[in-house]
């Protein structure tokens, strides 16, 4: 079977999209792991499936390169945005996830703003194996917990050189204390308005940006009174803004690329 897709990124957090529309779903656990491997396969941090849906431009299933299923991704969200807009030459498109519906707009510069929906704090929400306080968790470095659709974990550092992400990231991930594991973030505040954001990502490894963490990073910085409503938040691969008013909708802005699109060869 030949599978079409689209490579792009965000910043150099990669992605692969899979459009599926009007025909069967052609991923599974099995195709998204053979597709994520980066030496046998495309390659990417998560894939995006498009499909079609009742009450949006698309529904998004997204997996991780390990072949888990993920709720949400921030990035590959854009991509899907990018790639729906261009196609029926419009600003704005509506996704449909199981994180529930992302509304989607092209920025005056061009970057994706997405509506990520409202943060989730509940131990059960993220969740955690037992009722602790999400603020800070009973871990060494007394991180924060929250949940965007997928759970993160975010410590606050006083430099990220110090930290042995490919270390520190796998044994937080896979702590006890998360039964579906967690994404992991190092932050380093540079001021109220500006952190740098190192990332272990829960099935891909270290990435050089991510939507979704970056997300839970400032929402965690926030609830800390570390940080204002809006932020900038530097990664490896370049920046995105992410704006919470504390109480609502998370919003990330920020750009995507394509790569290029080709087929691949299945079973």
């Known amino acids: ?22 025909s ?25 499936v498009l499909l079609d849906c009742d009450d949006a431009d698309a529904r998004v299933m997204f997996w991780n390169a390990d072949g888990s299923a993920l709720d949400v991704c921030g990035s590959a969200t854009r991509g899907a945005a990018d790639l729906l807009m ?8 509506v ?16 970057d994706i703003c997405v509506a990520m929906g409202v943060p989730l704090f509940g131990w059960s929400d993220i969740p955690l194996v037992q009722e602790l306080d999400s603020a800070v968790l009973p871990l060494a470095g007394s991180p924060a917990a929250c949940s965007m659709g ?5 410590y606050f550092v006083d430099d990220l050189a110090t930290i042995d992400i490919a270390t520190v ?6 702590n006890a204390l998360f039964p579906l594991k967690t994404n992991v973030h190092f932050v380093q505040i540079i001021d109220r308005t500006h952190i740098r954001l190192r990332i272990w990502e829960r099935g891909a490894g270290i990435a050089l ?7 839970g990073a400032v929402v965690n910085g926030i609830r800390r009174g570390l940080l204002d409503s809006t932020v900038e938040v530097e990664c490896d691969g370049g920046s995105v803004t992410v704006q919470w008013d504390g109480v ?3 919003f990330l802005v920020g750009p995507v690329e394509a790569s290029f699109s080709g087929t691949m060869s299945q079973g």
């Open 1 to 22: 079977m030949q599978l079409s897709f689209h490579k792009m990124h965000a910043n150099g957090d990669d992605f692969v999209i899979v459009d599926a529309r009007n």
């Open 24 to 48: 069967a779903n052609p991923v599974t656990s099995a195709v998204a792991r053979c597709m994520g491997d980066r030496n046998r396969g495309v390659g990417f941090n998560q894939l995006a």
């Open 86 to 93: 261009r196609q029926a030459n419009v600003s704005s498109v």
């Open 95 to 110: 996704l449909r996830t199981n994180r529930g519906l992302l509304t989607c707009e092209r920025v005056s510069n061009g």
């Open 150 to 154: 997928n759970p993160h974990c975010t």
């Open 169 to 174: 990231g796998p044994a937080i991930e896979t």
């Open 209 to 215: 940006g991510s939507g979704s963490c970056s997300c």
């Open 248 to 250: 609502g909708t998370v």
